[in-house]
């Protein structure tokens, strides 16, 4: 099932992952939902089985590049046509059970290749969100219709964050960033 177009509307956020420059984080969206795609893919199944480790509902991770881990199946189709790197397999870098990777800091140094995953419990997070230049490649090439790319929802993310700024005409500033 594609990922909820106005997530940021009808989820609230669950936490968030943060890059550990200090300055970039992308915030992880709802609680997340055990009928996305990951629950019914054997190869997901039976990765998480092999781990030992129960499948859990993780929500979606990001705000303008949001990947919803539910329904991502570590296909690494995104991986293959980002033109900057905007993703990592987090296992790469820190190989912990997906549910605690809210509100852990991550330095972005996992491997960024399609075939790099350690298994298909890892997933496609979107440690430089910040860096995406919104070609939408991921979003189109993605099988399972996991990643949302939404320049526009810079504003829920900078709210989450404490930077969202008003103009001084009482307009909305969309180009204050964190």
Known sequence: ?????????????????????????HFIWGKG??????????D????????????VPLGIHGTTVAVDWDDCTAQGSCMSVC?????????TEKD???SSCLDETFDGTGLTEQDERLDYTDKSQPIREHDCTQCMACQEACPEKAILIE????????????????????????????
């Open 33 to 42: 939902k055990a009928d996305g795609a990951a629950f019914s893919n054997d």
């Open 83 to 91: 033109p900057v790197q905007t993703f990592q397999w987090y296992r």
């Open 151 to 178: 320049p526009s929802y810079i504003e829920y993310h900078e709210k989450a964050n404490g930077t969202y700024v008003l103009m001084e005409s009482g307009s909305e500033n969309p180009h204050a960033h964190d």
């Open 1 to 25: 099932m594609p990922i909820d177009e106005k997530f940021v509307e009808n989820l609230e956020i669950a936490g968030k992952t943060n890059h550990s420059d200090g300055e970039n984080k």
């Open 44 to 55: 997901v199944k039976a990765a998480y089985e092999a781990r030992g480790e129960e499948q």
């Open 96 to 98: 912990i059970p997906a």
